[in-house]
């Protein structure tokens, strides 16, 4: 099993300073409800839902850390393991499949050195291999973040893989 | 502010007056078309119209869904009613010079119902749209759902004015019970009835919930009315808020519908700038404001009291029935549950009366029904119909037939909780009751068409790989029993089964069908028991092993060509030029790809 981190001091101070200013802006007297906004901000402001960061959180709501673990692992849009900046879902249904959609996956995994489900050194990318995504006209099609990219190629992937790279860069520099 | 019934009228009159542009550009700005350039589309054209200093002439609406998807980005100009498809950014030139500034129509770009009739020049020669009824979609692709100016011009907010001038609620309740109006997220209760019944249940505080967790695979509508037309949603609640006594509007929304969010968003703001919601509506005294909860990603959550504990901050688990939400909902209070398309249909009954509503569609199922129709079809995209049209007129008639010159073999509706209808009940009139005479059900209305390719096990298979997934894992029969049946389907596809589990699979269904805790276990065997019934051919097919899953080659035809071995995904093919190829049949994974570039029919279908 892997070894649970709940020390809440290996959080990022600045990041949790943020977290507590959004959590003070919420109504209280109805903390349940309350969880869910909350969890999305700690998502947004850190990429994923490790184990003290939940914690902190149920301390802070004054619920039990079992609840809010509860509602972290029933919902597939939170998540437990790190994320890249973008993530992109190859779709591996019969139409995608039958069209090279595993030979694009096998590129981007290279071009990324990554395996799926598992986020990149460089923490830009997580690659995911998903059900139909119901763009069969497009096939082999795949997403990243929310644009949908269509009839691609593994030749293709450089160039876009690349783009990211770069836009991340330029991102970082302004 | 608009703080009366007659400055809403005064303002509609001035929008009608003051729209003095010569030509309007209707662009789709849904997901589907968005996907493909349309925004940068609407920028060309903007920027375009700019340059030539046209901009009190020529107006740039970017608008909601059109339905007509697999045609996209789509592109109407008024008054001129001529509608544009599939345009891309090079088209723009065109477009622009020839249309806008010298009035000439661009053919090429226009949509042919076949490819050697001519072109037809607006939606009125399209047979996507002949025998379409828009009610729920009215606004969609007509407005930009962005300003509510244009919402208003097109009686926006009229009933909502209405129904506050009345001030009787029990009048507007039996107004909506008149109309025959049903939920439209699936189970097909009667609305008006619900509204009733939380009307009379004794609170201090009740709340109107708007259902848009939209979530069966290849289902759009409730996507497509908030991305088109988020104001007739925001304006039925205020309606049923009037009607059941609550001041208090929730929408639970899914948390990938970034657009539709959005728009949401943004009409909710405008609608409180204006007055219309938030306290002391059009000065009647009544108080009502709506809150947007996103959801996070959990299919189960459509179902009501899934979603309900959802927004309270738990586990989207579902409990028994009663008591009803309509007794205890949200926050332990009476709570009012409807779905999005059954709240984009309520302005424009009340606008045009019960007795218009009643008149259309069949005797128990009145109105129109909206479906995403997908799959094996020519015209892929979103369609509204009077209850009653049947299969074969949604099929043939607007969705264009089958491609390729195939056979159709069934059409699957309700999605994971649906059935199918096979190829001799197309003739079935599509609504609520006969609709469960043939053992499917309306659900929400996914649609899709299925060829003579197509393997039942493998749909089957599918769908079940989805709901033991999305089995929220409260109540055991759907837990374990849709993970073993899925189990069952996939030990049958490989080739390992036997008769034996046909049976069990059998069992199972009616097991899990009846002792499951909510809707989704309930209808989660749906389209196995229905595939089974049909085409229980194909699964003996595979339980007595006889079913084969490879393609072969007719040596006596084969010419030798290479093309099945340069298309072949997983190089199973093997032959030398002008020499018979032969298939390694342990190798193919039945892909059909080499059957589709045979030259001479050489390609033998498992």
């Not at chain 1, 691609?152 to 302004?174: F, W």
């Not at chain 2, 108080?287 to 009501?304: Q, T």
Request: hydrophobic share 35%.
């Amino acid at each position: 099993m892997k070894e649970t981190v709940t020390d809440i001091k290996d959080l990022d101070k600045e990041l949790l300073g943020k977290l507590d200013e959004h959590i003070a802006t919420l109504d209280l007297t109805r903390k349940e409800e309350s969880l869910i906004p909350t969890l999305y901000k700690a998502q947004e402001l850190f990429g994923y839902l490790p184990h003290n960061l939940q914690w902190h959180i149920a301390r802070q709501l004054d619920l039990p850390s079992a609840h809010v673990n509860g509602v972290v692992t029933f919902y597939s849009f939170f998540s437990e393991e790190p994320m890249g900046k973008y993530t992109i879902s190859v779709c591996m249904g019969t139409a995608c499949f039958v069209k090279g959609a595993d030979k694009v996956l096998d590129k981007i995994l290279k071009l990324t050195g990554t395996q799926p489900n598992e986020m990149s050194e460089d923490g830009l990318f997580t690659v995911k291999d998903v059900r139909c995504i119901g763009a069969c006209g497009l096939a082999p099609v795949l997403t990243i973040n929310e644009k949908v990219y269509g009839n691609v190629t593994p030749d293709d992937m450089d160039e876009i893989i690349e783009s990211y790279r770069k836009g991340a860069a330029d991102d970082k520099d302004s | 502010m608009i703080k009366t019934a007659e400055a809403l009228n005064k303002w509609k009159q001035t929008l009608i007056n003051e729209r003095a542009y010569r030509l309007e550009l209707k662009i789709c700005a849904g997901t589907s078309c968005i996907s493909s350039d349309a925004d940068l589309i609407v920028e060309m054209f903007e920027k375009k119209v700019a340059e030539h200093g046209l901009n009190c002439e020529i107006e740039v609406v970017k608008t909601g869904c059109f339905g007509f998807c697999g045609q996209g980005p789509i592109l109407k100009i008024e008054p001129d009613n001529v509608t544009y498809v599939r345009v891309k950014l090079a088209d723009v030139e065109t477009i622009f010079n020839e249309h806008l500034l010298n009035g000439r129509k661009v053919y090429d770009l226009m949509y042919k119902n076949r490819d050697d009739e001519d072109p037809a020049e607006s939606e009125a020669g399209m047979a996507f749209y002949q025998k379409q009824l828009r009610i729920a979609l009215r606004n969609c692709g007509e407005i930009n759902p962005e300003k509510i100016e244009d919402y208003v011009r097109n009686d926006g907010y009229k009933a909502l004015a209405d129904v506050l001038e009345q001030n009787d609620p029990e009048a507007l309740i039996k107004t909506m019970r008149d109309s025959g109006l049903r939920g439209r997220g699936g189970g097909g209760f009667p609305t008006g009835l619900k509204w009733q019944f939380t009307r009379a249940s004794k609170s201090d505080e009740k709340y109107v919930i708007c259902n848009a967790d939209e979530g069966d695979p290849g289902a759009f509508m409730d996507r497509s009315i908030l991305e088109g037309d988020p104001h007739s949603v925001i304006e039925a609640m205020i309606i049923n808020g009037f009607a059941i006594g609550a001041s208090n509007g929730l929408i639970y929304i899914r948390a990938e519908y970034g657009l539709a969010t959005r728009r949401l968003f943004t009409a909710l703001q405008q609608a409180r700038d204006k007055g219309l919601l938030g306290e002391n509506i059009l000065g009647s005294g009544f108080d009502f404001d709506i809150e947007v909860k996103l959801g996070a990603g959990a299919f189960v959550c459509g179902e009501e009291t899934a979603l309900i504990h959802s927004m309270e901050g738990h586990r989207g688990e579902p409990t028994t029935k009663p008591p009803f939400p309509s007794e205890v909902g949200f926050r332990g209070k009476p709570s009012n549950v409807n779905n999005v398309e059954t709240y984009a249909n309520i302005p424009e009954i009340l606008n045009k009366g019960a007795e218009w509503f009643k008149s259309i569609g069949t005797r128990h199922s009145n109105g129109t029904k909206v479906f995403a129709l997908a799959g094996n079809i020519r015209n892929i995209g979103l369609v509204e119909v009077p209850m009653g049209t049947t299969f074969e007129e949604i099929i043939y008639d607007i969705g264009g037939g089958i491609p390729g010159g195939k056979d159709i073999k069934a059409v699957q509706i309700g999605g994971p909780s649906g059935g199918v209808i096979t190829k001799d009940k197309l003739d079935t009139p599509i609504d609520y009751d006969s609709l469960q005479e043939v053992g499917a059900m309306m659900g929400s209305g996914g649609m899709i068409i299925m060829d003579e390719d197509t393997d039942m096990v493998e749909i089957s298979k599918f769908y079940l790989d989805f709901t033991q997934d999305e089995s929220c894992g409260k109540c055991t029969p759907c837990r374990i029993g849709t993970k073993r049946m899925f189990e069952i389907l996939e030990r049958l596809t490989d080739m390992e089964g036997t008769p034996y589990d046909l049976e069990l699979l059998e069992t199972l269904s009616k097991n899990v069908q009846s002792a499951s805790l909510c809707g989704l276990g309930q209808s989660a065997p749906n389209p196995v028991l229905s595939t089974m019934k049909f085409y229980r051919n194909e699964y003996e097919d595979y339980a007595y092993r006889r079913k084969k899953t490879a393609y072969s080659i007719d040596p006596e035809k084969c010419i030798g060509c290479t093309k099945c071995k340069r298309v072949c995904p997983v190089d199973c093919i093997d032959g030398k030029v002008r020499e018979v190829h032969v298939i390694t049949e342990s190798k193919c994974i039945a892909c059909g790809a080499c059957y589709d570039a045979c030259p001479v029919d050489a390609i033998v279908r498992p």
